[in-house]
Each structure stands twice: as C-alpha cells, then as structure tokens.
C-alpha cells in the first residue's frame, strides 16, 4: 500500500484516534492500528459482519451463540480491529441525531465505503458530528472512482452535493440510477451478479462518485482542519479522509435554520 499524495494522514490517525470510538462499515484496518482504542461497531441489520440475530427460539440462539463464539476468539487474536455483535448498535447513521443517547458520546469515528451509499453525503456527516466529541475526530476511506466499478462515471461536483443537502434528498432518490447502472453492471460489470439479487437503490448503491479532490472540497465546505490522501494499492483505492470535528461557522450560520428541520 501507497499514500500517493504523500501527506502525514497516516501519522496522525494513528496519534490523534483515540479512547471510545465508533465504527461504521467495514474494518478500516488500512492505516488505522487501533491502538488504545475501544470501538463500538454502528451498523444496519446487516452491516457487512453477518446479521445480528434477535429472538428466542432455538435455532436463532444456536446461531447467534455459535457466530459470537466465533467473534470474541477472532477479537481476542486480533483485538478491537475486529468486529464483534456483541458491541453493535443496530443504527442506520442518517437516524443518528435522532438518538440524544449518542450525542457528544464517542472521541473518533470512524468509517469505511460508507459515504458513497448515502443519496445525502453532507447530512450523513452531520450525523457523524453529531455522535462525535466537540474538537474531536471523524476518518472515512471512500472509494476512489478510477479504482472501482464506478470508473466509467464522473465525480460528483461539490455543488451537487450542496444541491442534494439543502432539497433534502433521501432515500427514494433515483435520480444516479443510470449513472450507477452503465458503470458498475453494464460497462464494468462488477455489481451485475449482485444486483440479479438486490435492487439498485438505498444501500445498494453508490448514489455519488468521489475522487480526492470532490472529498476534500466536501471537507473544506463543512469542516477545519481536514487532511485528505489517496491510499493505492494492485487492487483497490481509497480516499482518506480526516478531519477535526468542528463545524465551520459560515456552515452553520448559512444552514442553522435548515440543520433545525432535519433534527
């Protein structure tokens, strides 16, 4: 693996992230070594680690039991890099705000190929801010269009995502369906098995394309302090992003009636 612009992102998440964090997605195991680090896993009912089983009957606790067994000696090999049932929250993050439990409650967060799903990218963080300290911090790696299925589109202009923030954009969106569906089943062809089982929509899909320089003109737009890096390697390629969390008061001035009607 490679940073290809050569910042010191790798340097400072691991220095800076630290305590009680939240993670979303997968592991973010490609800079971060999480140490002195205790990690509560956000997810939906399937998060990408198996679903969570809830109920009493027999067989449900079989496999439950069987599938945390499983987690807790991995998490005992590995340690909080891996995942465990047992320490999720079953959340979809854009209902984050919703829930006064999780204000202010963690010191990091933490995300991986989250962001890409969101129809609302910029609503999304908000509610990364939301669940994270004051002045602490948020890490997300976000596909890099040229390294996957979404190389035959473009990357979606910041004032798109501005655009999408402020109408509100949700869920039922369908407006980057062809987009989505040109590149990654019909001209790459990665996502065409995939989608012969789940539909092209919410989250199945990448609704916006991102490149290193669309996230870090996201960034810039809501946060200070933000640190942005591409990490390569033979097969994948992500956007790092790391930023303080600390909204810009020009951001929250402008939208402080519109952040009211979301909560």
Known sequence: MSLLLHSDIETKVNTL????????GGRMGQLFQYKNCKVTDINVIDGGYGKVHR??????????????????????????????????ILLDMHFAMQNNNLHHKFAATISSNVLEHSPNPIYLLLNFHFITKENGWQFHAIPNY???????????PIEHLIEDFEKKIWFDDTSHNSDYIQSAIEKHGWQKSFHEKYPVSY?????????????????????????????????????????????????????????????
């Not at 992230?17 to 979303?24: H, Q």
């Not at 996957?148 to 990357?155: A, G, L, V, Y």
């Not at 199945?204 to 996230?215: I, K, P």
């Not at 996201?218 to 200070?224: D, G, K, T, Y």
């Open 55 to 88: 109920g009493l009957n027999l067989k449900s606790f079989y496999k439950s039991t069987k599938q945390q067994i499983r987690q807790e000696l991995l998490w005992m090999y590995k340690g909080e890099s891996e995942p465990r049932d047992r320490k999720t």
């Open 17 to 24: 992230l630290k305590g009680n964090i939240a993670r979303v």
């Open 146 to 156: 040229r390294y996957t299925f979404d190389c035959h589109r473009k990357p979606t």
């Open 203 to 263: 989250p199945f899909m990448h609704f916006h394309v991102f490149d290193e320089n669309n996230v870090r003109k996201l960034a810039e737009f809501m946060f200070e302090d933000v640190t942005v890096d591409i990490l390569k390697n033979e097969k994948f390629g992500d956007n790092m992003l790391l930023v303080r969390n600390k909204l810009k008061p020009k951001f929250i001035e402008k939208y402080k009636s519109l952040l009211n009607d979301y909560r």
